[in-house]
Structures are given as structure tokens and as C-alpha cells.
């Protein structure tokens, strides 16, 4: 998963001139840089890019479990397929990828969303 902190063209030329550095140490600072975005300057500048209304995202690959507030646990694949399991209930559906159940497992354990997981990866690379 990748940070970054957003804000405006102008918070970000506002920023460079409030600590007299490079609109490229800006980035490095607001993109978390791997090195250049590590220092001291780095975290005051995302700091007060935080003050000043910006707010931090951050991304992940499209395959990614997702966990929601709701108690739900979803994954969406490159190949258009998803599945969805409930904490609660334990019921995991896999959907196709015009969103058409096509798998139903009641009281599903972690073995039952890896094998999910490995059979539509599977597909997707018999499609490649």
C-alpha cells in the first residue's frame, strides 16, 4: 500500500515557500519517499500540509482484501470477479464478473476464502 498526502497546487507552492525548498522536495514529502521523504523536513512539511486541509490516502492494489466497518470482507480481482464474506454470519459468496453469484459457502473458515482466492487468480491467468 502506497501514503500520500493530498492538497492543492497552490497549498503545495505554499508549502514549498514556507519552508524555502524545491517544489520537488514538496512531492518527495507529500508522497512519503522511500528517502527523500523520510526526514525531519519531510514530516513538519506533511504536517502542515495536514493543518492547512490536507488529508492523507492511501492506496492499495485492486486485489486487496478490504475490510468494512460493516463487518464485511471484500476482494474484487483484475479479472472482474469479487467475493464477500460476513464476520458475523460466516456466509462467503463469490460473485463472476457481470455480478452473478456463483458460489455460496455457509459458516466459511480461512481454508474456504484461500481456496476462493486461489481459484479465481487461477482464472485469470488461464485468460492471460
Avoid at 471484500?74 to 459468496?93: I, P, T, V, Y
Wanted: charge should be neutral; include cysteine.
Amino acid at each position: 500500500m502506497k501514503r500520500v498526502i493530498t492538497v492543492t497546487r497552490s497549498q503545495r507552492e505554499f508549502l514549498a515557500k514556507a519552508f524555502g525548498v524545491t517544489k520537488e522536495m514538496v512531492s518527495y514529502a507529500l508522497n512519503f519517499h522511500p528517502v527523500k521523504g523520510q526526514s525531519d523536513l519531510a514530516k513538519k512539511i506533511r504536517c502542515l500540509a495536514v493543518q492547512r486541509g490536507g488529508y492523507e490516502l492511501v492506496t492499495a492494489p485492486a486485489s486487496e482484501v478490504v475490510h468494512d466497518a460493516d463487518g464485511i470482507m471484500r476482494q474484487h480481482f483484475e479479472n472482474g470477479w469479487m467475493w464477500e464474506a460476513d464476520k458475523k454470519s460466516g456466509l462467503l459468496l463469490v460473485f463472476d464478473e457481470h455480478s452473478k453469484e456463483q458460489m455460496r459457502v455457509e459458516d466459511a473458515h480461512i481454508t474456504d476464502i484461500e481456496y476462493v482466492q486461489q481459484r479465481i487468480e487461477a482464472m485469470g491467468q488461464a485468460t492471460a
